[in-house]
């Protein structure tokens, strides 16, 4: 069951009734039946998987809290994390690994013992992981005490709003909100279902439109030149925003809806002025996890080289970034990129400061724009390695952007559809960065201007949506 199928639109409602009839203390389990049938509609077999995780976490954070023994401790947290990860690995990596060393042995006349298999990835599985991870580690650093319902915890493993696509979010925001939900709220479900419909806005009319033909220049790379490829790396990362974020926020207010409030995971990326706050922005609840979990501890082991032991943890970081992305090289140059990137700019950041202030730039509007430019179009280079299926495929598309140039293919009606709802979303973005509280639509205290603004919105989606039962994410 995906957010844009009818059997969600059936399935959702019902939720959110029986959410409301069930009393406080039991509502886990309506919620829990709930999102274990919401997963069991993607794939069944895959549930297994998500139960196993949760039994191997609540009883290894229980044990955890159980030990005064550091040592012990340590070990037990090693263990589940291993045992958390070994699924992933499987699914996602093994096939790409047998493949590469069965092509090499076969070149070196060797025999090699495993066929070629082709396995199905658990949907949503890097995202539940990450979160299993992520509260396994709080309990071994004595951030949260391990929760004693088995329910608790395999309600936010597989809590349906998020099990798919995320946000990644932290047991420490969301088991207190289960054991004890807040009382149910009319505001709730406004608030809720308004980001809802923003969300479909952003995925089914910006993105899916601008899918059309971004996957119609990537889908035969021989028979489009560099001109068509400029247009399709400009507009992709504006259909990931669309896709991710459009989910995201689906996600944030379905949850909303329930009286549940969960991290926001974008924060209008494109008007960032370097690729740390850019990253600051975009996928809030990755990078945050990452820096936490990842990079934090890094950066520390390395602290005695200095800035270069900042370089290499922020490689390194985003190194696993890009392998979580993708089992392929150009998910590794991707993450590697984005290190280099950030590396850049971490070594440079006082020498750029003073730049900015001996000459005044940090409040020059003209600055500012060159600023967001430059870091958008970094984002959309890298991103070229991203969308491609291999790295031959990234460096031919960086050949004819250079070489290879001439009239580019359009398509007419679905970039006209695209781009003009995508200025609509850019436009509500620049309001909100740089106009807070002016031109208000959405949140206009006429209710006639609200309920007509939102009556627009759901047209749009009704008239120009694409329908789409795919998620871009879903693939990672």
Not at 140 to 147: D, F, I, M, R, V
Not at 191 to 210: E, H, I, P, Q
Not at 378 to 388: D, K
Request: charged share 15%.
């Amino acid at each position: 069951m995906v957010f844009t199928s009818l059997h969600f639109f059936v399935f959702f409602p019902l939720v959110c009734v029986l959410s409301y009839l069930t009393p406080a203390r039991y509502r886990y389990i309506t919620l829990l039946v709930a999102s274990y049938y919401f997963y069991l509609n993607t794939k069944p077999i895959f549930l297994l998987l998500t139960a196993g995780i949760t039994l191997s976490t609540y009883a290894f954070t229980r044990l955890m809290d159980a030990t005064p023994n550091d040592d012990r401790k340590r070990k037990l947290m090693w263990c589940n994390v291993v045992l958390i990860l070994l699924p992933l690995f499987f699914f996602k990596y093994f096939e790409t690994i047998n493949r590469e060393v069965m092509q090499l042995m076969a070149g070196l006349n060797l025999s090699y013992p495993l066929p070629d298999n082709h396995w199905l990835l658990p949907v949503g599985i890097s995202f539940y992981t990450f979160m299993a991870i992520g509260y396994t580690i709080d309990v071994y650093n004595e951030e949260l005490e391990a929760e004693k319902n088995i329910g608790i915890v395999a309600l936010f493993v597989s809590f349906f709003p998020l099990v798919l696509s995320g946000p990644i979010e932290r047991a420490g925001n969301m088991l207190p909100q289960f054991r004890s939900p807040e009382k149910l709220a009319a505001s709730n479900l406004s608030k809720g279902l308004k980001l809802m419909l923003w969300g479909y806005f952003m995925k089914l009319v910006v993105a899916d439109r601008l899918g059309i033909y971004i996957d119609e220049v990537y889908s035969d790379t021989a028979s489009h030149n560099g001109s068509s490829y400029l247009i399709a790396m400009t507009l992709y990362p504006f259909q990931l925003y669309g896709d991710l974020g459009g989910y995201s926020l689906i996600a944030i207010g379905a949850a909303k809806a329930m009286g549940f409030n969960v991290m926001m995971n974008f924060r209008r990326p494109f008007f960032s002025v370097s690729m740390s706050e850019f990253w600051r922005r975009w996928h809030i609840s990755l990078i945050t996890w990452i820096t936490d979990y990842i990079y934090t501890p890094l950066s520390f082991s390395f602290r005695k080289h200095g800035k270069w032991g900042i370089v290499i943890a922020l490689l390194l970081a985003f190194l696993i970034s890009g392998i979580w992305h993708g089992a392929s090289l150009t998910f590794v140059a991707w993450g590697l990129l984005q290190g280099i990137f950030l590396s850049v700019e971490a070594y440079t950041v006082k020498s750029r400061a003073d730049f900015r202030h001996r000459f005044g730039l940090g409040k020059q509007a003209w600055f500012i724009a060159l600023s967001c430019i430059f870091t958008f179009s970094l984002f959309a280079i890298s991103q070229v390695f991203a969308r491609s299926s291999t790295l031959s495929e990234s460096f031919t598309v960086f050949a004819k952007l250079v070489s290879d140039h001439g009239n580019p293919y359009v398509d007419f009606s679905n970039l006209t559809i695209g781009l003009g709802f995508l200025a609509l979303l850019m436009l509500s973005d620049f309001r909100d960065e740089f106009l807070p509280g002016k031109f208000r639509i959405f949140d206009n205290r006429s209710f006639a201007v609200r309920f007509l603004a939102y009556l627009a919105i759901f047209f749009c989606i009704v008239i120009f949506g694409v329908v789409s039962d795919q998620f871009i994410y879903f693939n990672f």
